[in-house]
């Protein structure tokens, strides 16, 4: 595991997009459970559903989800130390993403996905069984999370600034033509 202090300083400055963070919601007895990825420039969120709350179900989960960002826009994704991310390193060459992980017990460490979990959470709340949770079910919630203006945005929306991202946005990074 790579611990975040060795994440590079843009990551922390949020001067560069592209960096993501990572968790998961679990539901009723920690049986069921939902991703959640935050871009930690614009606050985009992504919902992934997930059969499980298991290593190999978050890896394909999330490598589904982060394929279809470009891959300029997917450079580092910040997790914390669960075993759900035992799979990590396979994530990692799948995506071509370095992945960071918080300290233990230092949910602050990723401070948008624990903000944007909140509320994620207005729409699942705790004691819910997730796996009921359909795919159009976290499509809607996306939407509306996207497309809420945020104070810290300027009152722009995560969406609004997430699409005027540009590649030239990602300052040392060859792109593939």
């Not at 994440?7 to 959640?36: C, F, Q, Y």
């Not at 999330?62 to 799979?87: C, H, I, N, W």
């Amino acid at each position: 595991m790579t611990p975040l202090s060795l994440r590079p300083p843009e990551v922390a400055a949020r001067t560069v997009p592209g960096h993501w963070e990572g968790d998961l919601i679990k539901g009723a007895m920690n049986r069921s459970a939902v991703g959640t990825l935050v871009e930690r420039t614009s606050r985009l969120v992504m919902l992934v559903d997930l059969p499980g709350c298991d290593a190999q179900s978050v890896l394909e989960g999330f490598t589904r989800r982060l394929k279809a960002v470009p891959e300029s826009l997917r450079q580092t994704l910040t997790y914390d130390q669960g075993r759900e991310m035992a799979l990590h390193q396979t994530l990692a060459k799948n995506l071509q993403i370095d992945v960071f992980f918080c300290d233990p017990h230092s949910p602050w460490q990723r401070g948008s996905n624990e903000n944007a979990n909140g509320l994620i959470r207005e729409f699942l709340p705790k004691g819910m069984d997730l796996s009921q949770v359909s795919r159009q079910q976290l499509t809607a919630i996306e939407h509306n999370l996207n497309h809420r203006p945020r104070k810290i945005l300027d009152f722009q929306t995560p969406y609004e600034v997430f699409s005027q991202l540009k590649p030239t946005d990602i300052a040392g990074v060859a792109l593939q033509v």
